[in-house]
């Protein structure tokens, strides 16, 4: 089995999705030149153009709105869209975490009602999870879902919410047995983000971007709102967060970085001596090495796609991809300074600055790479007990 796509398989897609980008990113991200990590950004008119260009869940089935395409055509897609600096978050959120989960636990009626919503670009999911107790240890949410006649009732406090300020919608975990024990008792809803009740905090981060955190005061949603079987949300986040994790978008962006630290390299760079970077054997030696990583973070992107398209499971290797290019993105960021200098450290907007900012950018926001989505330690938990089989 070929793992990367051949150049036939994918050349023509993925310029066709750069197209699609270099025509509408400029008039859809004013406002975003500081985000570090692009695919971490929202943008509500570049969600809405890309779900009217069929851009949005093409491997969902037709009667969905999808295009019944295979899990590899979906990840060029991605890659292309991380590499073109597109912003992702409310995508991602949607497609790979909400609309794939709900895939396999929704019922009928949820998928004809909100797939249709999200490829068409009306519909943006954010992820409700995290709280401030229960980050990484996702069985300690305290957020309650009271049933009450034919409605749940919602209290208690979300963090680190990433999209909530724009989505229409979020995909929410609450406790619905406090007795039960930690990892049982959880369920997982769909709840419109207009729903009184609801309150959204925004604030600035260091990547440049902004993260939310979200209040639910007896907030009340309907019973059919959900998702999968009661008490059995822990089991179905599990597999919303291994999805999250297939990370083609940030394998994008850091080749997309890596390209612009390379061009800096060749075309600008001048080294101590006053010599040329390109020259320098040390220079020449580390941008060779990051290419052989981007390579291997492909690889392992790819080879989920293979294990989704064949149906089997891949759990392992998510979290293979997920610490490889986050680590991989930070050693980029850090190259780019070490080889670039000072200068690589100048904002956005500033004579001064190397790429407009962006490199800057990204060595201000690549920590949180390690985090989100499920640190590397998890990670690396997960690698240690599913796939080495080592004991807890």
């Known amino acids: 089995m070929r793992l990367i796509p051949t150049h036939d398989e994918s050349q023509s897609l993925r310029q066709e999705v ?9 008039e859809t991200t004013e406002g975003l030149e500081r985000q570090g990590t692009m695919s971490d950004g929202d943008s509500v008119e570049f969600y809405r153009q890309l779900g009217q260009a069929g851009w949005i869940g093409r491997h969902w089935p037709e009667q969905y709105g ?49 797939l249709p919503m999200i490829t068409s670009g009306e519909a943006i999911l954010c992820q409700g999870y995290s709280e401030p107790n229960a980050g990484s240890d996702f069985g300690s949410l305290r957020t309650s879902a009271r049933r009450d006649g034919d409605d749940f009732v919602i209290n208690g406090h979300k963090i680190w919410t990433s999209s909530a300020e724009v989505a229409t919608h979020m995909y929410l975990a609450a406790r619905t047995d406090p007795d039960a024990p930690k990892h049982r ?25 902004v993260i939310n955190e979200v209040f639910f005061d007896n907030a009340r949603i309907p019973a059919d ?6 008490n059995r949300g822990f089991h179905q986040s599990m ?18 970085a890596l390209d612009d630290l390379s061009a800096y390299v060749h075309q600008d760079g001048t080294a101590p001596d006053g010599g040329r970077l390109a020259d320098q054997p040390a220079v020449r030696e580390k941008i060779a090495e990051l290419y052989g990583r981007a390579q291997v973070s492909r690889t392992f992107g790819y080879l989920i796609a ?38 690589a450290l100048f904002e956005y ?17 690549s920590p949180a790479l390690t985090l989100a989505g499920g640190s590397s330690e998890i990670q690396k938990s997960i690698i240690a007990v599913r796939g080495l089989e080592l004991p807890k």
């Open 18 to 26: 750069l197209d699609f980008c270099a025509k509408t990113i400029p």
């Open 349 to 365: 907007g500033s004579e001064l600055a190397v790429n407009d900012g962006l490199l800057t950018a990204l060595y201000r926001a």
């Open 306 to 343: 293979r294990h989704l398209d064949a149906g089997s499971g891949a759990s392992n290797e998510f979290s293979y991809g997920k610490l490889y290019i986050g680590l991989l993105s930070q050693a980029i960021a850090d190259a780019a300074v070490d080889i670039i200098g000072p200068s």
């Open 185 to 209: 008792g959880i369920s997982t809803f769909i709840l419109d983000m207009k729903t009184p009740g609801v309150t959204v905090n925004t604030f600035a981060t260091l990547g440049g971007g």
């Open 66 to 114: 999808g295009k019944n395409c295979s899990h590899l055509e979906t990840f060029i897609i991605d890659e292309a869209l991380g590499y073109a600096r597109a912003p992702l978050s409310g995508y991602l959120l949607s497609v790979k975490v909400f609309g794939n989960t709900l895939m396999l636990f929704g019922t009928d009626a949820q998928k004809e009602k909100y």
């Open 239 to 256: 597999r919303s967060l291994d999805l999250e994790r297939s990370a083609m978008d940030r394998i994008g962006a850091a080749k997309r």
């Open 225 to 230: 709102s959900l998702v999968g079987e009661l």
